[in-house]
């Protein structure tokens, strides 16, 4: 690979091309905020070619939810600096640009093998001080490390929307339900769905009029059926049935990115218990459509969420733990992740019922503001003008 100093000379010192690596075709995080970024990129005069990561995730889009926009970016084109949106190990160096890594984690340290990886680019751009933090604690030195925040679409998100309208298996309009939790995720154990399902088994009641609403990607083979076992394995252990509790709902199939406001606006508040976050971006979004928010005080948490806008609970650090998935044990080895406390997430969920329109409330002026996909795209050119800026020194 060239070094910064040999391409110094022939580099401009201001971003106009860009080759962007990295998944796109998906429904993983990591796809949604490559489309996103690459589309604002282009918005903001950056002609963009964008290499997909097939590699990434067997699952991709229905063919009905994916713009063919993207499909034309994919032409050569000689730029000066190649973007990867992918986890350190994954970046397959192109030796004739720049090369940059845009990545996230969501432990206390990476792995040591990252660490060798990241040190051959030219930066390492995380999404939070918490995973800038990591990096740090594993031994990335600070000069190549930078902070961009994701964002959200303002347009898509900032405006009244009507409610996705659907009923629970017994056939009530889930908006009968005067209080309703969300909550989105990938099935995985990171997400922590057992501790959230634990806490409303523990909570609530099958008199309470609340629903728990969960909106669940199962892209890994092997995950649902993992999470029904568990779940009997959670009413074998506590001793309490789901049918003694109030009505969880499961959502399962994909829905297209301006659906997914509709299906915010059906929820009242947004409760995580997951134990890292490299961002989070249901949540964000959940702020945006102005839920109140329930979240662990930890990780990426701590970017875009006070006490004064949101129920923040209590947490501690625990060895992260991949059960049933070697691979990722191993990524995860030696460091540490966090366990949000049962009871105060038993009592943010009571309180809730109790009274729904308490607690702390306004997250979604601060996210409208300033995590918009805009500002993080202004935000990201700066950083890679940044490293172009270097080459001439």
Not at 255 to 267: K, Y
Not at 321 to 331: H, I, K, V
Not at 348 to 369: E, M, N, Q, T
Request: charged content about 25%; cysteine-free.
């Amino acid at each position: 690979m060239k070094t910064v100093e040999e391409m110094s000379t022939a580099r401009a010192s201001r971003l106009t091309s860009l080759r962007v690596h990295g998944p796109f075709r998906g429904p993983s995080g990591y796809d949604h905020h490559v489309r996103e970024f690459v589309r604002e990129l282009v918005h903001q005069g950056v002609a963009v070619q964008l290499i997909d990561l097939p590699s990434w995730s067997p699952v991709t889009l229905p063919a009905a939810m994916r713009d063919p926009w993207f499909e034309d970016l994919l032409r050569p084109l000689d730029a000066e600096m190649t973007l990867h949106f992918t986890m350190p190990h994954q970046v397959e160096i192109d030796r004739s640009t720049f090369n940059v890594n845009y990545t996230s984690f969501e432990s206390t340290r990476v792995a040591d093998a990252w660490i060798e990886r990241n040190l051959r680019h030219d930066m390492v751009i995380v999404s939070t001080e918490s995973s800038r933090q990591a990096w740090l604690n594993s031994g990335m030195p600070d000069e190549r490390l930078r902070v961009v925040p994701l964002g959200i679409n303002p347009h898509l998100y900032g405006k009244p929307v009507e409610p996705l309208a659907f009923r629970t298996q017994a056939g009530r309009p889930v908006l009968d339900y005067p209080t309703r939790f969300l909550n989105v995720s990938e099935l995985g154990p990171r997400k922590n769905i057992v501790g959230l399902l634990h806490a409303w088994l523990d909570a609530t009641r099958e008199h309470d009029d609340a629903i728990l609403i969960l909106k669940l990607g199962r892209y890994a083979p092997g995950w649902f059926e993992l999470l029904l076992l568990q779940m009997r394995q959670l009413e074998d252990s506590t001793g309490r049935r789901f049918a003694d509790a109030a009505p969880v709902e499961m959502l399962l199939d994909l829905l297209p990115d301006d659906e997914m406001p509709r299906l915010f606006a059906a929820g009242t508040h947004y409760i995580s218990l997951s134990h890292g976050e490299g961002w989070d971006q249901a949540m964000v979004e959940a702020a945006a459509s102005g839920l109140r928010l329930i979240a662990p005080d930890h990780s990426a948490y701590q970017a875009y969420l006070t006490p004064d806008t949101a129920t923040l609970l209590r947490s501690r650090e625990v060895p992260a733990r991949f059960e049933g998935d070697p691979a990722l044990q191993a990524l995860f080895a030696g460091s540490n992740w966090w366990e949000p406390d049962h009871d105060a997430a038993v009592s943010a969920i009571r309180s809730a019922i109790a009274r729904p329109d308490a607690g702390p409330y306004g997250a979604r002026d601060v996210v409208l503001r300033d995590f918009t996909w805009e500002r993080a795209t202004s935000r990201l050119i700066d950083v890679l003008n940044e490293v172009l800026d270097r080459a001439r020194t």
